[in-house]
């Protein structure tokens, strides 16, 4: 049983660039997050997900978008990159809002 | 404004030498304080979720506490393996979730 997969795992970005991040679980969960992690700062959600077709934004999100075609997936894009979104992604799950969430195993990004 | 604070930030303990980590919170509505394990390198591992002041939950030598305005991991006869760090969480909102910056625990054989 997989969980919840993150690829790819490490990503050096230039300035300007873009890229998507995938997320995909395979627990049937409804919900799905997208945090940053940054040291001293703690996780920060950017974009959340209550199910397939449906996308919201968090706590920051400014410079990232999301997409959820598929249950199972859930893209994160960086349309533009800029070194302060230099960070380790992680993407959650959960079966429901406020309920215990899985987490990936992260994705270092780091932008130059 | 929702804050989640941790600490202390970092704690060096013996093994067997018994210690607890605090978060303290200020959320206008609590829905739950969660507690999670991350090692280096990992994703967040979930521990407990308590959900009223006084309740109390254990797993193994971990156990977490909540009052009205804060939470206490309290670890007994910690080993080597318990080292980690250690996060707490709160939802202001639905769907929302508030991390600490999180405990540094080590604990040395």
């Known amino acids: 049983n997989a969980g919840v997969t993150q690829t790819p795992k490490f990503r050096v970005l230039k300035t300007g660039q873009s890229m998507t991040l995938l997320c995909a679980q395979d627990?049937?969960?409804?919900?799905m997050y997208w945090y940053r992690q940054d040291p001293g700062m703690g996780l920060r959600l950017i974009h959340y997900?209550?199910?397939?077709?449906?996308?919201a934004k968090g706590e920051v999100p400014d410079g990232y978008n999301v997409s959820r075609l598929k249950k199972q997936n859930f893209l994160l894009g960086l349309e533009s990159a800029a070194p302060s979104q230099t960070s380790v992604y992680f993407c959650?799950?959960?079966?429901?809002?406020?309920?215990?969430?899985?987490f990936g195993q992260g994705t270092r990004l780091t932008v130059v | 404004e929702d804050q989640v604070t941790q600490s202390p930030e970092a704690l060096r303990l013996q093994e067997g030498e018994s210690s607890s980590l605090n978060c303290s919170y200020t959320?206008?509505?609590?829905?739950?304080l969660f507690w999670y394990r991350q090692d280096p390198g990992k994703g967040p591992e979930f521990l407990f979720t308590?959900?009223?002041a006084g309740e109390e939950k254990e797993k193994e030598r971990l156990k977490a506490t909540l009052t009205k305005k804060e939470s206490f991991l309290h670890i007994t006869a910690p080993k080597p393996e318990d080292s980690a760090t250690y996060l707490c969480?709160?939802?202001?909102?639905?769907?929302?979730?508030?991390f600490g910056a999180g405990t540094r625990l080590t604990v040395k054989p």
């Open positions: 959320v206008s509505g609590l829905r739950g």
């Open positions: 997900s209550v199910g397939e077709g449906t996308t």
């Open positions: 308590l959900y009223s």
């Open positions: 969480a709160v939802p202001p909102y639905t769907n929302d979730m508030r």
């Open positions: 959650a799950s959960s079966l429901r809002g406020n309920t215990e969430a899985f």
């Open positions: 627990m049937n969960h409804e919900y």
